[in-house]
């Protein structure tokens, strides 16, 4: 009775947020209309208001970071669910990586201005010598960037993708391992052929989950993104995101842009929630399927 008691009010509790931020935002929408989501302009001074171009950051600095992590998670998986290395060392690589998701926030938007910009200034100015003929390697190269946040994302999201890759790597019958060696299949044919096949929509499930933590991460993206509201296809560039644009101007926002911001807030919400429940569904369909239901 207590377990169905906090399960509902966990759903009050998220409507009634939901309920307040659409309430403060009703008045820009009224006012803007889409035309807030296709604006490419954001001067609060000349009460414009775009979220054109913190939605293609928010979703490339996202991408990206899935882009970079996904194939890093899954050989982490692969690793820590096979009998490549004895219990002790897998344990300690799984106790590693879990650990990875403890850190919080803002010591990864520490560690990127210290370690991951210089990196990329370095770096990116030879990138953009040689290959600056190339749109998305154009530079100058900024430290505070789309490509210095999209590598601190890709770190952040790995636990997400590695953990639920691996669930459903171990989720995987035996006896399909065991089919495919009395064929006559190598173990890595039998992985890649056989198990990863089978575990493909866990995975997807993991992907999908690890874009929709990219997309609500908010601290360490405001110290390295470089909050620029410009259109810009360089990597290099600064760029901004939904969240980091709600942290960096909410505090000394008032009147219409506070409403502007809670507009924002209610995009990056229905973004949000869509791609978790969209991964969600993924990995109830995996869990059936594993277990001979679907």
Same mark, same amino acid.
């Given at each position: ?33 889409? =035309? ?13 208001? =775009? ?7 928010? !979703? ?44 919080? %926030? ?12 210089? #990196? ?16 998305? #390697? ?7 960037? #789309? ?32 089919? %495919? ?18 575990? !493909? ?14 997309? =609500? ?78």
């Amino acid at each position: 009775m207590a377990c169905f008691l906090a399960s509902i009010l966990i759903i009050i509790l998220l409507a009634f947020i939901i309920g307040e931020i659409l309430v403060n935002a009703w008045p820009a929408m009224s006012k803007f209309g889409l =035309g807030f989501i296709s604006g490419i302009q954001w001067s609060p001074n000349r009460g414009l208001f =775009g979220v054109l171009p913190v939605l293609i950051g928010t !979703a490339a600095s996202s991408f990206l970071a899935l882009l970079l992590s996904l194939p890093l998670g899954l050989a982490i998986a692969i690793f820590l669910s096979e009998d490549f290395f004895p219990v002790p060392v897998r344990q300690v690589i799984r106790f590693v990586v879990e650990t990875l998701a403890a850190i919080p %926030s803002v010591v990864y938007g520490l560690w990127g201005i210290f370690v991951v910009i210089p #990196l990329v200034q370095q770096y990116g100015a030879v990138l953009a010598a040689k290959f600056g003929f190339i749109p998305f #390697l154009s530079g100058p190269a900024y430290g505070n960037s #789309l490509l210095t946040a999209s590598l601190v994302l890709a770190l952040m999201v790995l636990p997400t993708i590695t953990a639920i890759s691996r669930s459903s790597l171990v989720a995987v019958p035996y006896t399909l391992r065991e089919g %495919s060696y009395a064929l006559g299949a190598t173990r890595w044919e039998t992985i890649l052929r056989v198990i990863i096949p089978t575990a !493909a929509p866990g995975i997807v499930a993991s992907a999908i989950l690890g874009f929709g933590r990219a997309m =609500g991460e908010t601290m360490a993206v405001a110290m390295l993104i470089g909050n620029s509201q410009r259109l810009s296809w360089s990597l290099l560039s600064p760029s901004n995101t939904l969240s980091a644009l709600l942290a960096n101007q909410f505090a000394e926002a008032d009147g219409i842009q506070v409403s502007a911001l809670m507009y924002a807030a209610a995009v990056l919400v229905v973004l949000t929630l869509g791609v978790n429940i969209a991964g969600e569904a993924v990995l109830r369909r995996t869990k059936k399927a594993t277990a001979g239901l679907g």
